[in-house]
């Protein structure tokens, strides 16, 4: 079975200065792993996603996430906030194993300072 | 292409009452998936489809049955409503595509459900 956990239900930053958004995971089989972003009122969408071509994955909007094995985490960051990205972000597990159920977490919502 | 169409939008029930949720997608996925959305809890999936004709329980089946007759279609199904399932539904598939990088769920714009 597979499952994550967010470690941080709200993170506050001030704009311009670096996001970090800690997600940790567990998997029986070699996990896919994603990030999902939904603005207030919005549908989800995909930020990014670990498919183990590359540890360190580069997503849309500036975020990117680096995949640990040895720590079974795949956290977020952006280098520097943008009140744009006021939001609820969730990390997804899925296996590989071909029932392909998404396992979401509990998300974590991100607040933005001017 | 509409992707993944959701119906209702909104709807309000009183305990005790049924409702079918549809799910409709045009992009000829395998894989369909329902979830609900509550506060400080993510979302959590109810069941899934890997195929036409197939269902499998979730995280949270209690109280809900799907069933998937053509491909195209995914239905939830509340036999009796309870306050507890006042949510926000969604309804997902998932894109293959030709390399791993292409996957993805592509999701519906969701179904605010209460139940009174």
């Known amino acids: 079975a597979q499952s994550v956990t967010q470690l941080d239900s709200h993170v506050s930053v001030s704009e311009g200065t670096p996001v970090l958004l800690r997600c940790n995971y567990s998997?029986?089989?070699?996990?896919?792993l994603f990030w999902y972003v939904q603005h207030p009122n919005k549908g989800l969408q995909l930020l990014l996603k670990?498919?183990?071509?590359?540890?360190l994955v580069k997503g849309i909007n500036g975020f990117e996430a680096e995949f640990k094995k040895s720590e079974t985490s795949f956290h977020l960051t952006k280098p520097s906030a943008h009140m744009s990205d006021a939001a609820e972000y969730f990390c997804?597990?899925?296996?590989?194993?071909?029932?392909?159920?998404?396992?979401f977490g509990t998300g974590t919502r991100l607040k933005v300072l001017a | 292409n509409a992707g993944v169409t959701q119906t209702p939008k909104f709807r309000v029930l009183k305990t005790g009452q049924s409702m079918t949720l549809l799910c409709a997608q045009d992009?000829?996925?395998?894989?369909m998936y329902w979830y609900r959305q509550d506060p400080g809890m993510g979302l959590r999936l109810i069941h899934y489809?890997?195929?036409?004709?197939?269902?499998a329980k979730g995280e949270v089946p209690d109280g809900y049955n799907v069933s998937r007759l053509k491909k195209q279609n995914f239905l939830l199904g509340l036999e009796s409503a309870a306050p507890s399932q006042t949510s926000v539904y969604f309804c997902?598939?998932?894109?293959?595509?030709?390399?791993?990088?292409?996957?993805?769920?592509?999701f519906g714009s969701g179904t605010q459900l209460s139940v009174l």
């Open positions: 997902a598939s998932r894109h293959r595509g030709q390399f791993a990088t292409n996957e993805k769920l592509f």
């Open positions: 998997s029986s089989y070699s996990p896919s």
């Open positions: 670990y498919t183990s071509a590359a540890t």
């Open positions: 997804v597990v899925s296996d590989t194993s071909g029932t392909y159920k998404y396992i």
């Open positions: 992009m000829n996925h395998e894989y």
């Open positions: 489809s890997v195929g036409e004709g197939t269902t």
